[in-house]
């Protein structure tokens, strides 16, 4: 099994991120102040689905775009547990901005982990989140494909001219785009027997005069702040060294079990952050109100709503174990299998997603208030069911991979 060491593999319950084995890459306290800054101008960005521009600047000038970009390409080197520890704290804030992070550290985790990508394309795209803060995204999903995760080639084309490629297509769902300086677009080549694979498109002055088009379509109702609109792609020019891991489409049937470990991880940390916020504001809702049939009592006196909120300090409890277990493994090098991996992901965001129900059954209309943040964090968390591989096909993963054994 892999987690049979589980008991060593985390820091004591009541420690925070990072307080167990080496020193972390950031600062705890400065995560959780850019959190409480963010979280200020949260609900602004949810009404509006704005894109919160000002949170990467301050991201930016402490150098957290380049978290897990190695040392040597002027990143801080961090691990996944460093990854988890920035990603789950700003999700408490503002979790939009969190979901761009995931997505960031997850591709820059692969950039390095083989010779797939061309050395000087990997080695810009490093050092301008170092320096910049720049913010790089694979655009993957497309209105006839879906999810590439349920199978299918993409429908957007790469095609080969002098000096590098045409590239044309549609992709949904392309979160953080208001603020990408780089965008991967997952493609197929025109070839008869295709190689499917990203093409890297470096944002330039400006995205009309490239031929890409964004349009806001992104009118979701939680993750607002995300971004997550529709581009078109008209004939765009790639230069040849801008395009990585191209494999015909048996190639990309293996799991890659570091990979699904890191996107396991961090998502499941966005959305068990949310949840705590729901928990944090629960705490604070339970001390302040004081109906006047508890005789002057505060209703965090009531065993009821202390049972509640136990059973919601249970399944984050849960979470915090699963989540710095998976991330403790993969960072000392032995990730477990993709299966077990996405059971993580699985039981992180089911419990994520119960605990913040948990909280609006216990209270009630303030909780389903948009005065208060509650409705917002539950509308917020339902969205873990929708990043791929979705539940169905996890379970059905483990169910196939338990009979094999």
Same mark, same amino acid.
């Given at each position: ?142 209105? &006839? %494909?879906?999810? !590439?995760?349920?199978?299918?080639? /993409?429908? @957007? =084309? *790469? ?85 990585? &891991? %191209?494999?015909? !489409?048996?190639?990309?049937?293996? /799991?890659? @079990? =570091? *990979? ?146």
């Amino acid at each position: 099994m892999p987690f049979d060491d589980l008991p060593f593999a985390i820091p004591p319950f009541g420690a925070s991120f990072g307080e167990a084995g080496p020193a972390p890459v950031v600062d705890p306290s400065l995560i959780a102040a850019l959190s409480a800054e963010f979280a200020l101008r949260a609900a602004e960005h949810d009404a509006a689905a704005s894109f919160p521009f000002e949170n990467f600047d301050r991201l930016a000038a402490a150098g957290i775009p380049a978290l897990v970009t190695p040392k040597s390409a002027g990143g801080k080197g961090g691990g996944l547990g460093d990854a988890l520890a920035v990603v789950n704290g700003i999700a408490q804030g503002e979790p939009s901005t969190a979901l761009v992070l995931v997505l960031q550290y997850v591709i820059h985790n692969q950039l390095w982990r083989g010779p797939a990508w061309p050395e000087a394309l990997r080695d810009r795209i490093a050092r301008t989140a170092a320096t910049d803060g720049a913010l790089i995204n694979i655009l993957r999903v497309e209105p &006839e %494909l879906g999810t !590439p995760h349920r199978g299918g080639l /993409p429908a @957007t =084309v *790469a095609r080969k001219v002098p000096g590098g490629w045409r590239i044309s297509g549609t992709k949904l769902y392309s979160t953080g785009i208001p603020a990408l300086s780089w965008l991967g677009v997952w493609a197929r080549t025109e070839d008869d027997e295709p190689l499917v694979g990203t093409w890297v498109v470096p944002r330039g002055a400006g995205l009309a005069e490239q031929g890409i088009e964004v349009r806001e379509t992104w009118n979701h109702i939680g993750m607002r702040a995300s971004g997550s609109h529709e581009v078109v792609f008209r004939d765009v020019f790639v230069p040849d060294d801008h395009a990585g &891991e %191209l494999r015909p !489409p048996a190639g990309w049937a293996a /799991p890659d @079990t =570091v *990979a699904t470990a890191w996107m396991s991880t961090l998502f499941s940390g966005v959305y068990d952050g949310i949840a705590r916020s729901a928990r944090d504001w629960l705490v604070g809702f339970l001390h302040a109100r004081k109906p006047t049939g508890l005789n002057g009592a505060s209703l965090d006196t009531v065993p009821r709503l202390q049972e509640a909120l136990g059973g919601i300090e249970a399944l984050l409890l849960t979470n915090r174990i699963l989540l710095r277990s998976l991330s403790a493994a993969v960072d000392r090098g032995s990730p477990p299998s993709s299966s077990d991996s996405l059971l993580v992901k699985y039981t992180v965001t089911n419990n994520a997603i119960d605990a913040v129900a948990r909280a609006l059954e216990v209270t009630g209309n303030p909780g389903l208030s948009r005065d208060n943040p509650l409705e917002r964090h539950h509308r917020d968390v339902l969205c873990a069911r929708v990043h791929a591989p979705q539940n169905d096909m996890i379970l059905t993963g483990a169910g196939r991979a338990a009979l094999a054994r």
